[in-house]
Structure formats: C-alpha cells, structure tokens
C-alpha cells in the first residue's frame, strides 16, 4: 500500500495558516489548482499550494476533488498574492479567493455562460434558373430570402435575417420544411459591448512631446515604472494606444488597461475596440458572473490580449504580459474598500516586477505619493505640456458665493425651494443661457446626489438622521424618501417633527436632484441629463447617458464626480461647478487634494474641440489654494503649497500609514478594544526596542457609527514599509478581540481616507 501523499492547501478563512490533506492515487494538484476539501463539518473550494510532507498528521483528511486540469492561476499570480498577504496582512486564502471569479469559488465545475444563436445554413443548392424557378413559382419572398441567405455565404444568423432584415421567421421556418436551408443552434461567448457600434480609428500624428513619451515607452525594460503627467486634452490615449500597438500587435503581448469609473469604461473600449478590434476584453463589476467568466477564459485562452477594467481587471489571467496602464492613477477607486484592502496601482507594479512588464501610470493630476517617486527617481516623469493640436486649455472664473448672492426680493429664502437664482450666479447664468442659444453643450458639476442634504425642523433645530448611522438622512424626492447613503436604510419624510410635534420641517442643503429641477423650471426647452448614482443603477445606464451626449442629443449633462472624469466631448463649451466646497475640508489628510483634483479633472471637459471653452467655479473658499492652482491649471504650485502640510504633522508621501479600524455594536466595548489595542501595541513597541513606529490615537473615527457598527481607530506611521509590515502582521494575529458585541478588527495599509 503506498503511503499517503500529502497538498497544502490555503482555504478563504480568518486565519493565518494553512491546511495539510492528503491526495489519493491521482496526480498531486499543481499550485494554483483548486481542490474542494472538507472543513469541518461543510466543502470549500481552496487553492493547492504544492506538495507537504504531512509530518505529525495523525488523521490526514483527503481532498474530496481536484476539478482543473490546468491550475487556475499562474506561478507568477501566485507570487503576487503572496506578496499581497504579506503586505497587506491579509490571510493568503482570502487573497486568493478575491482574485479569481466567482464562478471559480463555488464547488460546481463553472461552465461558460452560454448564449445561444440560431443560424440558417443552406443545405441544397439550386443552381439553375430554371430549378429556382420551379421551387419558388408561388413563394416569392421565400426566394428572396434564400438569394440573401447566398450572399450571405450560404449561412445567416435567424435574428439578423428576422430583425435586421424583415424577414418572418415562417419563411426561415418554410425553407427549413422544404429541405433548401437547416437550422443550427450554435454557442456563443456573450460579448457587452458586441452591439456598441465601432468608430474609426482617428489617425493623428503624435506631437513631440507625445512622440518623445512614446519613444522612451517602446525602448523601456520589463518592471520599468513611467509617471506620464499630461494636461487634460493632452492625448494620453494616443500614447497608450501606441505603446499597445507596439507591445500587442508588434511583440505578440498582452496588456493591462485600468480605468478608475465604470462610467468611463464604455468609451474607453470605443477607443482601443477602434485600433485593436477584437483583441479587447472588458473586466468591471458592472458584468455579471457570467460575462465575468466569458471574458476570463477569453483571456487566459489567449483569444482577447488587451483586458480593460476598473481595479479587479489588474487580476487578468493574461500569459506573456508586456504592459500594465493604470490611467487616472490618482484615483482613490483604486483602493478596494474590502478585505484584501489592496491598492490596484500598487499591485500592478508588483505584477509588472513579476512578470516583466511596463508600468504607465497618467494623469493630468498625480497622487502626491507618485510625484515624490518620480522625483526621488523610482519612476521616470513624462510630460505632455500641452493640448492636442495646440487647443488651448478653458479660461477659468472664480465666483465668490459669499458675495455673489442676488436678491430674491427681501423675502427670507424658503429651504425647500430654493430658487436659480441663489444656486447659479450672474456669470454662470448668463453662460449656460449662451451655449443653449449656439446649441453647445455644458457640463455642470455638483457632488452630492439627492434633493436636499438633510431635513431640520425650524422650530427645535431637531435633523432627521440614520438609526444605523452618524450622519444625516438625505432627501430624495424622485421617489420621496429619507435615505442614507452608507447603509442605504430608507424611511418616508413625515410633515411634522418628531421631537417636537411642530410641522415647519424644511429642506436645508442642495443636491443633483433639486438643481435640475431648477435648471429644467429656468430653461423648459432644454434637454438635460442627470448623472449620478441614483440614474446610473441600472446595468448600462452610464452608458446609455454618455452616448446620448455624444450624439448631441443633451445640452446639459448634470452630475457628480462620475462626470468629471476621462469624458470626451469636443462640443462642450463650459463647465460649471455648482459649489466646490463640496469635500473640500473634511477631516482628511487628502481633502485638498482631492479637491484639487476634481476640479482639475471637470475643468478638463471644456474645450476639448476647437470651439474652445470656459470654466466657472462657485465658491465660499475663493483664496483656498485648491482651488487657486485649480484655476491657473498649476499642478506643480498645488505640490509646492500641499507638500508642507504634509510633513508636519508626517502624513504619506512623508512617511508610510497603516489605519486600523475598531468596530463593535456596543459603543463602550468598542471603545475600549480601541484603548486595549492601542495601550497593547505601545507595549510592544516598547518591549522589542521599536522606535521606527509610532502610534497616533485611538479616536472616534470622523463618521463613528456606520451600520450599527461604533468605529474607532488609531494609525501606525512608519518611515520603512518592513517595520509597518512586521508591526501590523504580529498585532492583526496576537492581539486578543473579544467575542462580545461583534467586536471586529480591520487594518487598512496605504488608506486613501481616514473618514
């Protein structure tokens, strides 16, 4: 009897450790094979990690399956989701779960969603007149549609020929009766954007400067990072279509493409759909499990080359990999506000070092943590100065909303109603009125969705909040509901207070909602869209907005940050912000330059075209250097005066962050686990003679209660990424948590908000 052979197994459990079970007669499981097991008293799907020796196992338990031929992922992911574990102190289980389908986690064997298409074949030829003739005497349209179904190429797809074409499926059904033509069902890979028409590729003659970037792209060496800075209408497109054609038509490689907002997917794979045809396959969450899977296997067979997603799309089962594209790079959609918590920039360069690939990250605006790569010399900075065919970049005007208030006729401002023109001010007025009469297009800008921002009794003061959150309810009034936007509770708005009993409940606050009703009331005859989450829920809906404005048949597309970014639209004239104060001091480290960004990135949608165009701004903060650089497009003046603030106190790009969150249902339990913890790691730092680590906090967290869950936190800072690494791996596995009152821990590497 041969002795026993032994895998080892990580399995999507909280547990830093992994799992010894024994392999029958068969072929040991690869690394990178799933294998379902028994744990405990149930199945799981878990990742074979190669052979063990299974010493000191006195009752192994077997696998119960090994369903893949082929491990489902490569040595080289492997690598990367070792890393992954490690840095972000993540068991290795739960990371490799999280980069595989999830039709690749359950224990059937998945099958590739299927799409069936009938196709019409003809099987009889009739190649004399004369027979044609005779057959058709009394069926004319039955001949016509056979002489289609021939230069067609003998073979017709039913829909198109029924649909398309006007013919009824009795006269498919007829020819099939007369033995002229069979029917086939054939199985086909369901493709989303199959029915988006294609555009031309635009042939354009790359600038100096896009053809310098280009150049030292082309010429880069494997694991190279490049930092491409460039202007908004610079053409950062051009430059990553021309490094793909290179490393994808040329050389024969695959690439990566990750764009930040699934708003901007659509016209993202227009593009390179444009240039590289059917090589494109599209990766976002917007996809269902079943066009997931499609677009996996497509990929991994090595049938598409070119994966263009938002962050997931990092994990693209792509062989022979030759460069990854991280456009936006400063977005914090990046970050994955889940367990792995990873950053899918960070990954790419991991994966890039792996697999000898080239690392692009553009924007018109990088993260400060970028910037101080490029100059520290770990990536190299490629500028696009300018716009495309030496477009000039939009004017920008500042309206101080402190001064710019009109009269509204002496009578006090009724919150529920408040009218244009306390929301839009004289310039901003008097330009969207303008690019209606020349039929041009605006964009309006306002970051925050809903009618009203909150509803307050004017009696006691009393603000209608969450039960399961610290913060507000949000006034929604097409359907009218109070909702939250973190744990989405809803609840109908009441005429009168609840404290109080008083009925002088108002409105206080703007959103998208009520800001198009005011605009749709002040110019009835325009043809205005709204974009944010609310219009954008159904599966294509981002699309379906965007193209309507790209054919022209929008005036006004009003939104949140969604619309600010990556969008290309040569007839839009101006931009308005509606109020950019919007997130503009919260208690982040990041709130500037966020707010420098956004700005940046929505002034970027004017005068793409050569009309021209023109941004105004509406603010209380007019001398906020935020929004100072936003209006003179200096991105380096916003570096000079952000960097400071910075190092003192110390927060990323000066020195590396670790944010750990404490959450419970019981306010004092939880914080006192913050307390625990905090006094706990202060003690271990002290005991092992730590001093490159410091401990800053526990503290209530900015929203302290989300869910029902109290939060609290504390952040470890660190000079070297090892330190914070080793600190945040023996507390995440030593430190005692409670089993009381659902007490959690979560550690958050490179957070990109502390709210």
Known sequence: MNAPRFIEVALPLPLFQTFTYSVGDGPIPRPGSRVLVPV???????????????????????????????????????????WMAEYYVVPLGIVLRS????????????????????VASIVRELPTLLERDAMFKRAPRQRALYEVLEQMGGRGEVPHLTAQLGFGADLVRALQARGLVAIETSVVARDPFQSRARIAATPHEPSAAQADAIAQLVQAKGGDVFLLRGVTGSGKTLVYIELLREIVMRRGQSAIVLVPEIALTPQTVDRFRAVFGDEVAVLHSALSDGERYDAYLALRRGEKRIAVGARSAIFAPLANLGAIIVDEEHEGSYKNGETPRYHAREVAMVRARAEGAVVVLGSATPSLESWENAAQGKYTLLSLPERVGAAKLPTVEVVDLRHSRRPVGGKPIDPSRVPFNYVFSEP?????????????????????????????????????????????????????????????????????????????????????????????????????????VDTTSGKWAHTEILDRVGRGEVEILLGTQMIAKGLDFPNVTLVGVIDADVG?????????????????QVAGRAGRGPKGGEVIIQTRVPTHHAVQCAVTHDYLAFVR????????????PAIRLANVIFSGL??????????????????????????????????????????????????????????????????????????????????????????
């Open 428 to 532: 901003l007025e008097a330009a969207l009125g303008e690019r209606l009469q020349k039929g041009e297009q605006s964009i309006l800008l306002l970051n925050r969705r809903g009618y009203a921002s909150f509803l307050q009794c004017d009696a006691c003061g009393t603000v209608r909040s969450c039960p399961n959150c610290s913060i507000t309810l949000t006034y929604h009034r097409s359907p009218e509901r109070l909702i939250c936007h973190y744990c989405l509770h809803e609840e109908l708005p009441e005429a009168k207070c609840r404290k109080c009993g008083g009925s002088t409940v108002k409105q206080r606050g703007l959103g998208t909602q009520q800001v198009e009703r005011l605009i749709a009331e002040r110019y009835p005859y325009a043809r205005i869209a709204r974009m944010d």
């Open 99 to 118: 980069v595989l389908p999830v039709l690749l986690t359950g224990e059937r064997a998945p099958q590739p969603s299927t799409k069936t298409l009938r």
């Open 666 to 755: 019981n306010e004092d339990a939880t914080a006192k686990l913050a307390l625990d913890a905090a006094e706990w790691v202060r003690a271990l730092l002290a005991s092992q003679a730590i001093t490159d680590v410091t401990v800053v906090g526990p503290a209530p967290c900015a929203v302290d209660r989300i869910k029902k869950r109290w939060r609290w936190h504390l952040l470890l800072k660190s000079q070297k990424a090892s330190a914070l690494s080793n600190v945040g791996r023996y507390f995440v596995e030593r430190f005692p948590v409670p089993a009381s009152h659902s007490l959690r821990v979560a550690f958050d590497r490179d957070p990109v908000s502390l709210l």
């Open 641 to 652: 005066q952000e960097s400071p603030a910075r190092r003192d106190p110390p927060y990323p």
């Open 584 to 600: 503009i001091n919260l208690p982040d480290f990041r709130a500037s330059e966020r707010s420098f960004q956004l700005l940046s």
């Open 40 to 82: 405990r008293n149930k199945r799981a799907i878990g990742i074979s990690l190669g052979p063990a020796d299974g010493a000191g196992i006195a009752r192994p338990r077997a696998i119960i399956e090994a369903p893949d031929a082929e491990p489902v992922l490569s040595d080289a992911m492997m690598s990367i989701c070792r």
